[in-house]
């Protein structure tokens, strides 16, 4: 068989990806995180008259909680699936990044399961994140002239 007439089967039969739908899916559960975590800040501030600011804290430490909880659960994979990066890109995927390293490598101990593996997939995050905000940062030191 011929290279491309086997590519010819494989696109046939391949599933087919459905953006549009996905990225509304993702942005408005995305959007239904945002509007959970403005609604845990109204609920902190107004409630236990917690400043704002303050507030905004309690809110991210409990989406972080219900995430990882959710993760633990065995509840989480299964919103992700269906949700698609609405539920990956906030600060709940950091936590399931988190929680199901942690989960996965636990069996090998503290030190060289949960120690040296919990960040394996929030690790690059971390780089990543801090590296492009040392750049943009001198960026805008330049830029701003100290």
Known sequence: MRLKDYNEIVKKHMPTEHRIR?????????????IIGQGLIDIYSYFLSIPAQDASIFATVTLVFVASLF??????????????????IPITGFAHSMTSAGIEYKTEGPIFGLGS???KL????????????WI???????????
């Open 71 to 88: 993760t633990a659960l065995g509840f989480f994979d299964k919103w992700v699936t269906i949700c698609k990066c609405g539920l990956i």
């Open 22 to 34: 996905n990225g509304i899916i993702a942005f408005v559960s995305g959007g239904l995180v945002g």
């Open 136 to 146: 943009f940062g001198m960026i805008r030191f330049i830029i701003m002239g100290g």
């Open 122 to 133: 929030a690790g690059s995050v971390i780089l990543y994140g801090v590296v492009s905000a």
């Open 117 to 119: 593996n919990i960040f």
